[in-house]
């Protein structure tokens, strides 16, 4: 999977995404739009990026609620060759997956090789807990947290987007103090991470990437800034980088 901060989509990783999900004229993406405000804007302009580089699409514009609709969407979903969830708030798209079919089949099309990428809301998703956008973003406070579950395609991992931008370091430092067994992520806009087997990590893009773990004492964390091409594991940060962040 590729997980974007926001912002302009770096060429480098939309590239390795078009790799992943096969030859352009024999494979689909499917866009999932759900979180997106602007539904008609934000399907245009990812048609406009897949049809363009060569790729059938296929796109699901709003969470599927109704029984029927879920089972068309499981169906969009199984001829999906990759997957694409766009921007917005990603409290519309949890409202899609918090039925126990669409996440299973989610989940269950991610085990089986399918490759996933999104960005913003679209990767706030993909954690095991996600961040519900309710935060204040100036205060460093377990009581400040509004958390809940994710599609964890990656365990152990909570995302955070349009990182440095935005100045989020406040709420993923209180989610790693509060739930310390979880690794924290945090994504600059402009910028990707590829995660290959759930624990190979890899930047993309010209910003940065924060990564945070709990460690020592109670009130201790590690934490460390990787840059465009740097690769880590998500493993203890000590013992477990391939390449130390300058």
Known sequence: ???FGGGVLPKTGMQTFFEWTGRPAESTVLV???????VRNTVAYYLE???????????SASAPITYSERIDFIEQLSRADGVFFTGGDQNRTAAGFDFKDVKLALQTAYTNGTPFAGTSAGTAIMSMLMFTGKDDPEKLDE??????????????????????KRMRQNRLFSAILHHPNL??????????LEILDG???KVVGPEKVMRVAKQGSKRSLDVEIY????????LPAKSSSTQQAS
């Open 1 to 3: 999977m590729i997980v």
């Open 32 to 38: 999932i739009a759900w979180a997106s405000e602007e």
């Open 49 to 59: 990026l897949f049809t363009g580089a060569g790729f059938k699409v296929e796109v």
């Open 143 to 164: 009581e400040n947290l509004h958390l809940r579950e994710g599609l964890g395609f990656v365990p152990g991992v909570i995302f955070d987007q349009h990182f440095i």
């Open 183 to 192: 690794i924290g992520l945090g994504i600059d806009e402009g910028t990707g």
């Open 199 to 201: 624990k190979y990590c």
């Open 227 to 234: 840059h465009e091409g740097e690769s880590f594991e998500l």
